[in-house]
């Protein structure tokens, strides 16, 4: 009873007429004198291809993903060992990610981040995940880089969405004890390593959900320390 609930809930939160009430909020609420980035993901390379190739660099054994949906990315995965943690749909396990760590026992190569693009929920997600994590173990975070204001409000006002991911990866930017890169390829891969980071982004901001979308708009290249594709290769490469 409960789920069913939930997942109607869930559907009506995503329906036209109410998606359409939330994007005039969003309008009145800033939308309207926002600024726009000018990317386009066209010519980069797609999630499958940069997962797989990671895999396949650092012979990587074990995968994690966090939001699976319709397997798009997950059943074209080739990994020794596969988990996929969805609520709804696809992957392996029917399950909520905060449900699944906190029975988690497994350590993983690779964990891909795409369940829920609230901020507090992503920084639950990469918490967690840093610690289901194996010793050169990567983490990818998928959305990092909506390109108006529409994409990245919550709640939800449109179907192409990021979230407010990019908070949650912005927050993990000032961390001494991870490195962080984002790749500039399907909508924003956010890359996290365990190790000292290199290039610790310097934010005087106690509150991350507080960031404006303007600031980040008019920084985004420095506060996520972007980088494409063939300088993703090399960081992973260089990388124990
Ligand atoms: C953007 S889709 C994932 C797409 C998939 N990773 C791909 O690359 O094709 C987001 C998924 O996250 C799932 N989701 C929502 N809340 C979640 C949660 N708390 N834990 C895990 N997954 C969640 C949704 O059910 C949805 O299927």
Same mark, same amino acid.
């Given at each position: 009873?409960?789920?069913?609930?939930?997942?109607?809930?869930?559907?009506?939160?995503?329906?036209?007429?109410?998606? +359409?009430?939330?994007?005039?909020?969003?309008?009145?609420?800033?939308? !309207?004198? =926002?600024?726009?980035?000018?990317?386009?993901?066209?010519?980069?390379?797609?999630?499958?291809?940069?997962?797989?190739?990671?895999?396949?660099?650092?012979?990587?054994?074990?995968? %994690?993903?966090?939001?699976?949906?319709?397997?798009?990315?997950? *059943?074209?995965?080739?990994?020794?060992? +596969?988990?996929?943690?969805?609520?709804?749909?696809?992957?392996?396990?029917?399950?909520?990610?905060?449900? /699944?760590?906190?029975?988690?026992?497994?350590? &993983?190569?690779?964990? &891909?981040?795409?369940?829920?693009?609230?901020?507090?929920?992503?920084?639950?997600?990469?918490?967690?995940?840093?610690?289901?994590?194996?010793?050169?173990?990567?983490? %990818?975070?998928?959305?990092?880089?909506?390109?108006?204001?529409?994409?990245? $409000?919550?709640?939800?006002?449109?179907?192409?969405?990021?979230?407010?991911?990019?908070?949650?990866?912005?927050?993990?930017?000032?961390?001494?004890?991870?490195? *962080?890169?984002?790749?500039?390829?399907?909508?924003?891969?956010?890359?996290?390593? +365990?190790?000292?980071?290199?290039?610790?982004?310097?934010?005087?901001?106690?509150? /991350?959900?507080?960031? =404006? /979308?303007?600031?980040? $708009?008019?920084? !985004?290249?420095?506060?996520?320390?972007?980088?494409?594709?063939?300088?993703?290769?090399?960081?992973?490469?260089?990388?124990?």
């Amino acid at each position: 009873m409960k789920n069913f609930l939930k997942k109607k809930i869930q559907r009506l939160l995503i329906s036209k007429n109410v998606m +359409k009430f939330f994007y005039l909020f969003h309008y009145f609420n800033g939308g !309207y004198k =926002s600024k726009k980035i000018d990317i386009s993901f066209k010519t980069k390379k797609n999630r499958i291809e940069i997962v797989q190739k990671i895999i396949d660099l650092k012979k990587f054994k074990t995968y %994690l993903e966090i939001g699976t949906f319709k397997n798009e990315l997950f *059943s074209q995965i080739k990994c020794h060992s +596969k988990i996929g943690v969805d609520p709804t749909s696809g992957g392996t396990v029917r399950d909520t990610s905060d449900n /699944f760590f906190s029975k988690n026992t497994e350590k &993983f190569n690779l964990i &891909f981040i795409d369940g829920l693009h609230h901020y507090e929920q992503v920084k639950r997600d990469i918490k967690n995940s840093l610690y289901a994590l194996k010793d050169g173990g990567i983490i %990818l975070l998928h959305d990092c880089m909506p390109r108006n204001y529409y994409y990245q $409000a919550v709640p939800r006002c449109q179907i192409d969405w990021n979230g407010d991911t990019w908070r949650a990866f912005l927050e993990f930017r000032t961390k001494e004890n991870v490195d *962080s890169y984002c790749c500039y390829a399907d909508e924003g891969i956010g890359v996290i390593l +365990k190790r000292k980071n290199r290039k610790k982004l310097e934010l005087n901001q106690k509150n /991350f959900s507080e960031i =404006s /979308f303007n600031d980040y $708009a008019q920084n !985004y290249k420095h506060y996520l320390n972007l980088i494409e594709y063939e300088e993703l290769l090399n960081v992973i490469n260089d990388y124990e």
